[in-house]
T-cell receptor, first 105, second 121 residues
Framework: SYEVTQSLSVSVALGQTATITCGGD??????VNWYQQKPGQAPVLAIF???SRPSGIPERFSGSKSGNTATLTISRAQAGDEADYHC?????????FGGGTKLTV | QVQLQQWGGGLLKPSETLSLTCAVY????????WSWIRQPPGKGLESIGQ???????YYNPSLKSRVTISLDTSKSQFSLKLRSVIAADTGVYYC???????????????WSQGTLVTVSS
């Protein structure tokens, strides 16, 4: 079965740019979605289709892909961005999630 | 705005059956997949399976032998049954809408608040 990997944690200074990565075999050929999950809350879709933002998600959030790595970039990081971030791809008729990355601001 | 509200679960003993139901409000039921996702304590998300409004379903192979997802289109509700639960089934269970975003692109765009399910003797 397909596997998606994420680093456990990322730290960023207030106002700086955070980058969270997601890896997987030939992930360049798959669409990647990103979810933000704050403590005790349900995940929220932040990026879909590699780089599209749902309504209500700030422009500070962007997605990209290069080679076997997908990246979620959060510009001008705020205290409220502190959360777990999960990447997800679609493979063999199911959603496959990475283990999640804890972002500390 | 689409809202999903779920109920059921709670504290179960090993070998019992977990039952959860999710109701959809504020948006169409037809034309979408409806899914169940779980999250063990302190861990990542795992897709359990999904069902299309027509009734066709798909289950995570690791859970397929124990899972049934069904729906009641007249009530805009769908349900999860997980049989013979074990301690490893403990976690928060979410229902979510699965939306098509492109060929081979599906995203979970609306989620319920989640329910903690604990399996313990």
């Amino acid at each position: 079965s397909y596997e998606v990997t994420q680093s456990l944690s990322v730290s960023v200074a207030l106002g700086q740019t955070a980058t969270i990565t997601c890896g997987g075999d030939n992930i360049g050929s798959k669409y990647v979605n990103w979810y933000q999950q704050k403590p005790g809350q349900a995940p929220v879709l932040a990026i879909f289709g590699d780089n599209s933002r749902p309504s209500g998600i700030p422009e500070r959030f962007s997605g990209s892909k290069s080679g076997n790595t997908a990246t979620l970039t959060i510009s001008r990081a705020q205290a409220g961005d502190e959360a777990d971030y999960h990447c997800q791809v679609w493979d063999s008729s199911t959603g496959v999630f990475g283990g999640g990355t804890k972002l500390t601001v | 705005q689409v809202q999903l509200q779920q109920w059921g679960g709670g504290l179960l003993k090993p070998s019992e059956t977990l039952s959860l139901t999710c109701a959809v409000y504020g948006g169409p039921f037809s034309g979408y997949f409806w899914s169940w996702i779980r999250q063990p304590p302190g861990k990542g998300l795992e897709s359990i399976g999904q069902i299309f409004h027509s009734g066709s379903s798909y289950y995570n192979p690791s859970l397929k032998s124990r899972v049934t997802i069904s729906l009641d289109t007249s009530k805009s509700q769908f349900s999860l049954k997980l049989r013979s639960v074990i301690a490893a089934d403990t976690g928060v269970y979410y229902c979510a809408r699965l939306s098509y975003c492109a060929e081979d692109c599906y995203a979970f765009d609306f989620w319920s608040q989640g329910t903690l399910v604990t399996v313990s003797s």
